[in-house]
């Protein structure tokens, strides 16, 4: 006979080995019934070869209307370590909340179902975690390092997200929405009753969450395959994401997550001797300007240019000035200013969209008067104005950095005779 574990029976079913696993491996699974076996039957092989720890794989089944759960069920019955949770509600967040809160293994392990990441990647993302060298782990698929297979339209969805995130919340992961990641069970005690999102949004608000309370995140380059059967709806995940980035913004500025509280409790002590602050004469300053607006001016025409085939010149402007114009504030304010730490992120990123509509509008008027003057101007003539434009932009950017953005925690910074540090913050990212 079948057996389903529901979290909310007491006659739970734990694992079929024959010893406690030291890895629980959460696959969350909505109406998979044709791709759950083969990808299970996968998985556990390559653990029984390879691990050399006792694991458990846990099926966590929410809400699917088709067979599923007796798809799972049948594997529970034939494979040693593999068991099914059953929830009545859909929502990934919510299995992997659920799944992992009732794992009494010491390393809680997320992976997509599909498999698309390479099983190589499995140790060296739990290694940190078992040794206590990090405290959470996610696979990374933006590493100089990593191998990615997957169409234009998601690699330009994928960047540019993380490119928003490292904006709007100033956050250094590189790949916050991979379907690979570790966490060791006693940080997700502490961190995971905190987290609201049930679906997509999980893991982003989990990590800035953990990255906000000083915790040691490591990254994992990955090779990666992409499901081309994926039934991931990008609009309705896109707009959920950014509904995400608003509400935790708003928790972070009003005090509701009580980040302070959570990094005297779990977060790593600063270190004895600090490195010191990055030099701010003006010289320097520039040069490091001069750097991230390079590097910001070839990612914004990279997204024109990707995105002009099915937006407007106009439209296509104003998504990549506004992606590639986060990034640079948070960037600058790091790099070019050496200012660390939380305090003050908002207000900047808010200075810097208002530096962003001064630079919006030399590029919008430049776009204006061009086709004003020629309607049907060439492509090629639209990415030399706005080169020229852009060039303008960032003068004025680099002015009103320095002298307004910027500016007062600079002051502060030259009064105590030091730099700005961050507070508590280890975080292990590739240098892409």
């Known amino acids: 006979m079948t057996t389903v574990w529901r979290p909310a029976e007491t006659d739970a079913v734990t694992s079929s080995a024959d010893r406690p696993p030291v890895l629980d491996i959460v696959l969350p699974v909505h109406n998979e019934e044709r791709d759950l076996e083969p990808c299970v039957r996968r998985l556990h092989a390559y653990l029984t070869d390879e ?104 690699e330009v969805i994928s960047r540019s997200y993380n490119l928003l995130l490292r904006g709007a919340l100033a956050t250094r992961l590189s790949d916050a929405q991979c379907g690979f990641k570790a966490i060791r069970s006693d940080v997700a005690a502490r961190l995971l009753p905190l987290v609201e999102d049930d679906g997509w949004f999980f893991d982003t608000e989990l990590l800035v969450l953990a990255e906000r309370s000083g915790l040691r995140i490591h990254e994992v380059p990955v090779d990666w395959v992409d499901d081309p059967d994926s039934r991931v709806d990008i609009v309705k995940t896109a707009k959920a994401d950014l509904a995400g980035i608003a509400r935790l913004l708003r928790a972070l500025a009003t005090g509701r997550v009580p980040v302070a509280e959570l990094r005297a409790q779990l977060g790593r002590g600063p270190l004895t001797d600090p490195v010191p602050g990055v030099p701010h004469g003006l010289v320097g300053q520039a040069l490091r300007f001069g750097v991230i607006g390079v590097v910001s001016t070839l990612a914004y025409l990279v997204l024109f240019v990707m995105l002009r085939g099915a937006l407007t010149a106009q439209a296509a402007n104003l998504v990549a000035l506004l992606v590639t114009a986060m990034a640079n504030t948070a960037a600058n304010r790091r790099i070019t200013f050496g200012i660390r730490g939380t305090p003050g992120v908002a207000r900047s990123q808010f200075q810097g969209l208002v530096v962003f509509a001064l630079g919006l509008g030399l590029t919008s008027g430049s776009l204006a008067l061009l086709h004003s003057v020629s309607p049907n101007a060439h492509r090629a003539t639209e990415i030399v104005l706005l080169v020229v434009a852009n060039a303008v932009a960032t003068l004025l950017r680099f002015v009103l950095f320095r002298g307004w953005v910027f500016a007062g925690r600079r002051r502060s910074q030259a009064r105590d005779g030091g730099a700005v540090l961050e507070p508590a913050l280890a975080v292990d990212t590739p240098t892409d």
């Open 51 to 154: 691990l050399g720890y006792p694991f458990r794989i846990t099926v966590a089944e929410n809400a699917s209307t088709d067979g599923t759960v007796d798809v799972a069920g049948r594997l529970a019955a034939e494979l040693p370590g593999v068991r099914v949770m059953a929830l009545a509600e859909p929502g990934r967040g919510r299995a992997l909340r659920t799944a992992w809160l009732a794992s009494e293994a010491p390393v809680l392990v997320y992976m997509d179902v599909d498999l698309s990441t390479d099983l190589a990647a499995l140790l060296p993302l739990v290694a940190p975690l078992m040794t206590g060298h990090s405290d959470l782990a996610i696979g990374t698929r933006l590493a100089r390092s990593s191998r990615v297979v997957r169409g234009a339209k998601r």
